[in-house]
C-alpha cells in the first residue's frame, strides 16, 4: 500500500514528483529487504529482493522516459538526445529492459546457487518437505534426551 497508494497524495500536476518520490520509497523498500531478511527460506528473501530492484529499475524508466518526453516536447530530439545520450525512446525501453533482464539473471542464478549450497536439513516435514519449527519453551535448552551414542 506505501508503494502504490502513498504517492496518489501528491497532486497529479506533480507527476514527475510522484515518480522521484516512488522511486525513493522503492529503492528504501529494496534496501530494508535485503537488511532486514523478513523470510524464513532464503530462495523467498532472494525473491523478494529480485522483485524490489525489477520495481526500482522500471521506476528510472519511467523517470528518464518522462524527461526525454518533457525535452523532446519543449526543445527538440536533438536537446534530448544531448542530456539523456538516446536519440528516441525506444533506445530508453530496449536499454532498461535488457538491464532488468540482466537484472533478473543474476538473480536467478543467485538463488541456484544459494538453494543448491545450503545446508540440508536431516528431518523434513512429510506435508511440506520444510524443517520443522522447533521451539523450545523458557529454560528448556535441549528438544530430546538421547543417552547413547551409536557408533
Not at 529480485?50 to 516536447?73: D, P, Q, R, Y
Not at 525506444?90 to 533478473?104: K, R
Amino acid at each position: 500500500l506505501v508503494l502504490t497508494g502513498f504517492v496518489l497524495l501528491i497532486p497529479e500536476e506533480r507527476a514527475f514528483v510522484r515518480l522521484v518520490v516512488a522511486t525513493l520509497v522503492c529503492s528504501f523498500y529494496a534496501v530494508v529487504l535485503a537488511v532486514v531478511r523478513p523470510y524464513k527460506r532464503v530462495e523467498d528473501n532472494v525473491l523478494a529482493v529480485a522483485t524490489g530492484l525489477v520495481l526500482l529499475l522500471l521506476f528510472l524508466a519511467t523517470n528518464w522516459t518522462t524527461i526525454f518526453l518533457g525535452i523532446e516536447e519543449r526543445s527538440s530530439v536533438e536537446d534530448a538526445d544531448a542530456v539523456l545520450g538516446f536519440d528516441n525512446l525506444n533506445g530508453i525501453v530496449i536499454s532498461m529492459l535488457v538491464l532488468v533482464t540482466v537484472t533478473l539473471i543474476f538473480f536467478l542464478i543467485g538463488a541456484v546457487v544459494s538453494a543448491c549450497g545450503a545446508k540440508t536439513d536431516r528431518i523434513r516435514l512429510v506435508s511440506t518437505n520444510q524443517p520443522p519449527e522447533m521451539s523450545v519453551g523458557m529454560g528448556i535448552t535441549w528438544h530430546l534426551f538421547n543417552s547413547h551414542i551409536w557408533r
